[in-house]
């Protein structure tokens, strides 16, 4: 079945350094050269396969329109009119005359992601954006999650104006890059960010009522935005539909496919009860993945390439000197033994 949605980070390279950012994009900031871009269209799926839709990010893609350009031009060469096309930016660099090259490169969805109080000026800028997007022909249309299995299904031009804020943002800032540096992350532990939109839940198929949608930062493939403590592929080398036919025969990678990181260690006899008490003490259930990655997964690799030490800037010391609150180290200690 092809993908839902195919979300895709080309650069972190952005004109703005905001504080809940997840990727810790930044002005001069790593992004994809042109042969690496073209390797990963490469290994995208095929034309039969063609994702429903694929999302460019950053970063800020605008900072770099050589490079997004090429993307699109590469993208619509391999899947033509069978896939959407759409946008994610801050809106800074948008122009009357950017916003018609970015229309003529077959884009069909814009999303303003900047309209939140980590951003200046969002109020004025916004409704110039507005303004510009909708002479241009351009649908508003603000409801509910960004995209899903059935929202925003055909090409009808439209565009959106979201951001960071708490009532809205996909499962609150993510614990991540700069939000982690900056403790801004959101800090509710049994939130389960892996079953809703941009978590992991579905990345592989299988799920009726799930979107199958995966995440690519610059190269490395994900089963969700927010990133895992190691990629499932590099996609300058590795086909993504291969990649995750490999890792979905894994019971842990299984876990996150049913959106269940609570379970991602029964296969080892980790109990759902000291995972929960680990995500309690951690502060985030994305840090308990992380921590489960690093000390019980058994095909484990660190990985040191520059887009995925953004995501993950936090040192894994981290998860040796966070203590369980006293009064979980009983259940766990029993849970473990």
Request: aromatic fraction near 10%; proline fraction near 6%; glycine fraction near 6%.
């Amino acid at each position: 079945m092809p993908l839902d949605s195919l979300y895709w980070v080309i650069t972190h390279n952005c004109n703005d350094r905001c504080d809940h950012c997840y990727n810790s994009s930044r002005p001069k900031a790593v992004e994809l050269t042109i042969p690496e871009a073209r390797a990963v269209i490469e290994h995208f799926p095929p034309l039969e396969d063609a994702p429903l839709r694929i999302v460019l990010s950053g970063g800020e893609p605008l900072v770099n329109r050589k490079l997004l350009y090429f993307c699109l031009d590469a993208l619509y060469d391999k899947y033509g009119e069978h896939t959407q096309y759409m946008l994610q930016t801050n809106g800074d660099l948008l122009t009357s005359e950017i916003l018609d090259e970015i229309l003529a490169h077959h884009v069909t969805r814009i999303d303003i992601a900047s309209i939140d109080r980590f951003h200046k000026h969002k109020g004025a800028r916004a409704e110039l954006l507005k303004s510009m997007l909708e002479a241009k022909g351009m649908i508003f249309d603000n409801e509910g999650a960004l995209i899903s299995k059935t929202r925003l299904t055909k090409p009808i031009p439209t565009f959106s104006m979201w951001g960071a804020n708490e009532d809205f943002w996909i499962g609150g800032n993510w614990a991540r890059g700069r939000a982690v540096q900056t403790n801004v992350m959101l800090r509710r532990p049994l939130h389960n960010f892996c079953a809703i939109p941009s978590g992991a839940r579905g990345f592989a198929g299988g799920k009726e009522d799930a979107m199958q949608e995966v995440a690519v930062q610059l190269y490395n493939l994900y089963p969700c935005c927010p990133g895992t403590r190691m990629p499932i592929a590099d996609l300058r080398y590795e086909d993504l539909n291969a990649a995750i036919e490999t890792v979905i025969q894994h019971p842990m990678w299984q876990a996150l496919n049913d959106g269940e990181p609570f379970k991602m260690g029964l296969y080892k006899g980790i109990s759902e009860d000291y995972a929960k008490s680990r995500a309690q003490a951690l502060g985030n259930i994305c840090l308990w993945c992380d921590e489960f990655f690093e000390k019980h997964y058994e095909h484990f690799k660190p990985n040191f390439s520059e887009p995925h030490l953004n995501l993950h800037t936090f040192p894994s010391q981290q998860f040796v000197t966070l203590e369980l609150p006293p009064s979980l180290h009983s259940s766990s200690d029993s849970s473990q033994s």
